[in-house]
């Protein structure tokens, strides 16, 4: 058996894969099993942010492998505080509590949430808001999170305690906050929910609505964060600070990890045994995350990150087929009128590996991409919707 065959024998079908068994990679390129290349602008879902096999980051990651691999959370972990230093440092948040993937680090955000709340104000005060169009992950608590319809089917009963309101509206969202209200949670930019970039008016009156009611903000930068959109955190481009913000897929650089950074008054929220993840913070996936951040977290590095965004963009509006163009640093939705997943497979067929957004193809391309694999991609892209057109 192949490895399709393999695959679709014993792996359960959770995933439409595309017809493509990837073997090896390289910066912004890799490598099928029969040796084609590929450029790639989807970086795992964002995952390998400095691309394919970064040398300083396998440097990193395989001499942490060979010096101590794992140990439980009941010592102290020199890669995990120098790594929860940095995050701190660079958000202006006060403490970190790790896990293991995006929806693990909201599932950590909501409990904060919940248990401030507690604490301060009794049980009754527990609903948390999230936007409609969002995505928050796919655990039960997580699922039930996500303002889409589709995510809530088939796996009852779900958790209680979301309510829903609709994005860029904020008199939705008073009208919906109740005493009951103790967390708003969302994405400034909706990344599986269409590449949506919320206005930024919004997002500062729904700061202000907040903090005067000590309703907690959640910011979820598992897709945004980690120089995605040009500063280390998407929210740092709409003057807020969250209270709560949760980081995961590109902050490992390819290793799974996910945190949840709180602000300053919940710092003692979680005390012993309120929260514990076996995996978390294992010390070769921080190894990898302290030099990711080492890398992006950088003026000079984060400023090209967004002037390789401006001429991926300008490039794209060049496409007679391409509709629109939503974009923030190196996160890039495209407007086709062609179906996306259609156009996102013959991509893959011609040698570029993109991913949708709803109606949308979705470029998350490497953060190190270089100026000819962009101009690359940008040929693959208008030569497929040539032909499909
Ligand atoms: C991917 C994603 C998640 C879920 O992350 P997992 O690591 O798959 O659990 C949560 N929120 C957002 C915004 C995401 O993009």
Redesign the pocket.
């Given at each position: 058996m192949n490895t399709k065959e393999k695959d679709l024998k014993y792996i359960m079908h959770t995933y439409g894969r595309y017809d493509v068994a990837l073997k090896s990679g390289k910066g912004a390129v890799a490598f099928d099993e029969n040796g084609k290349r590929y450029i790639d602008v989807s970086s795992g879902?964002g995952v390998n942010s400095l691309g394919y096999c970064d040398e300083g980051w396998v440097k990193a990651v395989s001499a942490q492998a060979g010096t101590i691999q794992h140990m439980s959370n009941y010592f102290y972990s020199e890669q995990a505080s120098n790594l929860a230093e940095k995050l701190c440092k660079f958000t202006g948040m006060s403490k970190v509590c790790f896990g293991n993937?995006?929806?693990?680090a909201?599932e950590i955000a909501i409990k904060i949430a919940r248990k401030y709340s507690f604490d301060k104000y009794g049980a009754d005060r527990n609903e948390i808001i999230t936007l409609r169009d969002s995505?928050?992950?796919?655990t039960v608590t997580?699922l039930s999170a996500t303002g889409q319809d589709v995510f809530h089917n088939f796996f009852f009963p779900f958790t209680d305690g979301f309510k829903f309101v609709t994005a860029n509206d904020i008199d939705a969202l008073k009208d919906a906050v109740s005493d009951k209200t103790c967390a708003v949670m969302f994405?400034v930019i909706q990344?599986?929910g269409g590449v949506n970039i919320l206005d930024k008016d919004y997002v500062k009156q729904l700061a202000e609505f907040c903090a005067e009611r000590d309703i907690l903000m959640i910011c979820?930068e598992?897709?945004?964060g980690i120089g995605r959109t040009g500063k280390f955190y998407a929210f740092q481009n709409f003057e807020i600070l969250p209270d709560l913000v949760?980081s995961?897929?590109g902050l490992g650089g390819g290793l799974p990890i996910?945190v949840c950074l709180c602000a300053d008054k919940l710092g003692d929220v979680m005390g012993i045994s309120s929260h514990g993840s076996t995996f978390g913070a294992n010390p070769v996936v921080c190894a990898g995350a302290n030099y990711v951040v080492d890398t992006v977290a950088d003026e000079k590095f984060l400023s090209s990150v967004e002037e390789k965004g401006e001429y991926l963009e300008a490039k794209l509006r060049q496409i007679k087929e391409v509709k629109n163009v939503r974009r923030m640093g190196l996160m890039v939705g495209i407007e086709i009128e062609a179906d996306a997943h259609d156009a996102a497979a013959k991509c893959v067929e011609n040698g570029l590996l993109i991913i949708t957004a709803k109606k949308l193809l979705r470029m998350l391309p490497p953060l190190t991409i270089t100026q000819a694999e962009l101009d690359e991609a940008v040929q693959i892209l208008k030569k497929t919707l040539k032909e499909i057109d």
């Amino acid at each position: 058996m192949n490895t399709k065959e393999k695959d679709l024998k014993y792996i359960m079908h959770t995933y439409g894969r595309y017809d493509v068994a990837l073997k090896s990679g390289k910066g912004a390129v890799a490598f099928d099993e029969n040796g084609k290349r590929y450029i790639d602008v989807s970086s795992g879902i964002g995952v390998n942010s400095l691309g394919y096999c970064d040398e300083g980051w396998v440097k990193a990651v395989s001499a942490q492998a060979g010096t101590i691999q794992h140990m439980s959370n009941y010592f102290y972990s020199e890669q995990a505080s120098n790594l929860a230093e940095k995050l701190c440092k660079f958000t202006g948040m006060s403490k970190v509590c790790f896990g293991n993937s995006g929806a693990e680090a909201n599932e950590i955000a909501i409990k904060i949430a919940r248990k401030y709340s507690f604490d301060k104000y009794g049980a009754d005060r527990n609903e948390i808001i999230t936007l409609r169009d969002s995505f928050h992950g796919r655990t039960v608590t997580t699922l039930s999170a996500t303002g889409q319809d589709v995510f809530h089917n088939f796996f009852f009963p779900f958790t209680d305690g979301f309510k829903f309101v609709t994005a860029n509206d904020i008199d939705a969202l008073k009208d919906a906050v109740s005493d009951k209200t103790c967390a708003v949670m969302f994405e400034v930019i909706q990344g599986e929910g269409g590449v949506n970039i919320l206005d930024k008016d919004y997002v500062k009156q729904l700061a202000e609505f907040c903090a005067e009611r000590d309703i907690l903000m959640i910011c979820d930068e598992v897709q945004t964060g980690i120089g995605r959109t040009g500063k280390f955190y998407a929210f740092q481009n709409f003057e807020i600070l969250p209270d709560l913000v949760t980081s995961a897929k590109g902050l490992g650089g390819g290793l799974p990890i996910g945190v949840c950074l709180c602000a300053d008054k919940l710092g003692d929220v979680m005390g012993i045994s309120s929260h514990g993840s076996t995996f978390g913070a294992n010390p070769v996936v921080c190894a990898g995350a302290n030099y990711v951040v080492d890398t992006v977290a950088d003026e000079k590095f984060l400023s090209s990150v967004e002037e390789k965004g401006e001429y991926l963009e300008a490039k794209l509006r060049q496409i007679k087929e391409v509709k629109n163009v939503r974009r923030m640093g190196l996160m890039v939705g495209i407007e086709i009128e062609a179906d996306a997943h259609d156009a996102a497979a013959k991509c893959v067929e011609n040698g570029l590996l993109i991913i949708t957004a709803k109606k949308l193809l979705r470029m998350l391309p490497p953060l190190t991409i270089t100026q000819a694999e962009l101009d690359e991609a940008v040929q693959i892209l208008k030569k497929t919707l040539k032909e499909i057109d």
